[in-house]
C-alpha cells in the first residue's frame, strides 16, 4: 500500500490528510469543518499515525482523494458539525 502527502484517511466520522510520511509514522492533520465561514479546513496541529493502524479491516482507511464517494464523505464532515451545532442551540 502506498501512501503519499494528500491522501485522505477515514476512522468513523473523522477525516484526515497525510501531510507527510516517514519510516516510522504518518503525520497527518484533521479535517475539521468551519461553521462560521462553512467549509472544509485542515487544522494546524499534527497527529501521528502508525503504518500498521492503515488498511482494510484496521483502525484507518485510505481513500482515494480524487474519488466521488470520497467528496461525499467528506460531506458528512459538514453535516456532523451541524447537528452537533443544532443539538447545542436545542439544549439552550
Known amino acids: 500500500m502506498e ?3 494528500g491522501d485522505i484517511l477515514q476512522r468513523g466520522l ?15 492533520n484533521k479535517i475539521l469543518y468551519n461553521h462560521i465561514k462553512e467549509y472544509l479546513q485542515i487544522n ?3 497527529e501521528y499515525i502508525a503504518w500498521d493502524e492503515v488498511g ?5 482507511t485510505l481513500l482515494d482523494c480524487e474519488n466521488k464517494d470520497t467528496l461525499e464523505k467528506l460531506e458528512l464532515v ?15
Not at 482494510?56 to 484507518?60: A, F, H, R
Not at 459538514?78 to 439544549?91: G, V
Request: hydrophobic share 25%.
Open 78 to 92: 459538514k453535516r456532523k458539525y451541524k447537528l452537533q451545532k443544532l443539538n447545542k442551540l436545542s439544549k439552550k
Open 3 to 5: 501512501i503519499k502527502e
Open 14 to 28: 473523522h477525516f484526515y490528510r497525510v501531510y507527510t510520511t516517514t519510516r516510522k509514522d504518518i503525520v497527518v
Open 56 to 60: 482494510e479491516g484496521k483502525l484507518y
Open 44 to 46: 494546524h496541529d499534527y
